[in-house]
Structures are given as structure tokens and as C-alpha cells.
């Protein structure tokens, strides 16, 4: 399942992926502290989700973008996450991240496809995030792309689950668009200020899956990539071959 909700503003910063997190935190914590908490709480690492944004008619600046509003797309495996979630944004009616301002306009649950075959096609909502050991980016069209995708995949699914993949994913990219991502966070802006940026290499695009059917629907409500949760990795399903 996946919940969207649309926003009213006028400008959002650069590193708007970290406006939409502070949001998506804030109305966990309103749905339930207890269940926030434990799912943030230091040393969890896995959060049964990924978002995607949509902005309307931006123009982008230096350090800000103007819009006509933007609209976030959280999806998740996980019926408890989507209940606290979608509470926590019905009982606020705006949000804030430093010195930008939500107003909530619209909240809609969207029905997801269903996996029926080993074979489909993925089309990215938000960039797909791929690094080696050494947090360098790879590639679709590097030889070792495959392997890292598999890594990652079986990683997600190993926190979710317990158990990582039921068989080895087969990567085939169709067709990607690089896009370099400017990101900021509380520690990263303590230490080198507001005006300096994090960059991630990532990609936008579409690209074809075989695998295990239970593996790829998770996959699908989980999202693929490094940093899900901070706006990376979502899917949407273009075609599902038999």
C-alpha cells in the first residue's frame, strides 16, 4: 500500500529529501511516541519504507526551490508503519522544517500492483543509490552493477524479513538518466555549515528484474537502494512479463 499526501508552499530548500523525512517522523511521533520511538530509537537501522516527491512547477535556485506545492508518496510492506503514518498525517494540518512551512492539502491511499511473475520491469520514482564498498557510485553500465544491486537487495530484505533473497537477481538496465543529488543532515550542517552540500551519484530510470515473485513485490514496497529512507529507490511497476 502506499500513502500520498500533497502539500501546499511556496519554496523548499535544496535538500528538500530532509524536509519530507522531518515530516514523515513528526507524524509517526504525533500517531504513537512508543512506536516512533522504537522505530528510530539508536542502532535501529532498518525502516520498512520509501518515499518518493513530486514537485509542481518548480524553479530552481542556488540554495532554494520555488513551487506550487509538492506531493509525497511513502510506500511500505508494513500495516502498522502505513496506520501510524497516515493517523499522524490526518491529526496535523501543517508541518515545518526550519524555516519551511506544510500545509496539508490532500491525503489519498494508493493501491499497489501485484508481482505475479519472476520477470518485470521497474521504473524509478526516486533515484536508484548503488555505491560500492567504499561509498563510491556505480553504475548501471558497470560490469559490477549486478552484484552490488544483489547485495543491497538481499540486505533490505535480510533487516526486513529475516530472510534475504530466495534467489539472485537478474539486472538487466533499459534505460537510465544519471542525476546528482545535493543533501544535507543535522550532523553534516553542524560540521560544515548550511551552505555546503552532500552529492550522491544516483540514477533515474527503468530497468528489467528476474527473480523470485516474493522478493520482488517487497522490493517493490520497500524500495531498492542505499538511503531509502531519505528519498532514494522507490519503484513503480512498468510491465509484468509472463
Do not use: W
Amino acid at each position: 500500500m502506499r500513502i500520498s499526501c500533497s502539500f501546499n508552499t511556496d519554496k523548499i530548500p535544496i535538500h528538500y529529501r530532509m524536509a519530507m523525512v522531518s515530516i514523515i517522523k513528526e507524524a509517526l511521533r504525533t500517531s504513537d511516541e512508543a512506536y516512533y520511538h522504537r522505530l528510530y530509537q539508536k542502532g535501529q537501522h532498518m525502516k520498512p519504507f520509501s518515499f518518493s516527491t513530486y514537485l509542481k512547477n518548480f524553479r530552481m535556485f542556488s540554495h532554494e526551490i520555488k513551487l506550487d506545492g509538492i506531493t509525497l508518496t511513502v510506500s511500505s510492506p508494513d500495516h502498522e508503519f502505513l496506520l501510524h503514518l497516515y493517523n499522524g498525517l490526518q491529526k496535523n494540518r501543517a508541518f515545518s522544517y526550519k524555516d519551511y512551512h506544510f500545509v496539508k492539502k490532500k491525503i489519498a491511499v494508493v493501491n499497489e500492483k501485484q508481482v505475479t511473475s519472476p520477470s518485470v520491469v521497474f521504473r524509478t520514482l526516486s533515484p536508484i543509490l548503488i555505491e560500492d564498498e567504499k561509498g563510491n557510485p556505480v553504475a548501471p553500465d558497470d560490469e559490477s552493477y549486478a552484484e552490488h544491486v544483489n547485495y543491497i537487495a538481499n540486505m533490505i530484505l535480510s533487516q526486513y524479513r529475516g530472510t534475504g533473497l530466495y534467489v539472485s537477481l537478474s539486472i538487466k538496465p533499459v534505460y537510465f538518466k544519471k542525476v546528482v543529488v545535493k543533501e544535507s543532515n543535522h550532523e553534516f550542517a553542524a560540521a560544515c555549515g548550511d551552505d555546503e552540500y552532500l552529492y550522491f551519484t544516483a540514477y533515474h530510470g527503468l530497468f528489467a528484474v528476474t527473480g523470485h515473485p516474493e522478493d520482488l513485490q517487497l522490493l517493490y514496497q520497500l524500495g531498492l537502494s542505499k538511503r531509502r529512507n531519505q528519498g532514494f529507490g522507490q519503484l513503480e511497476i512498468e510491465e509484468v512479463r509472463g
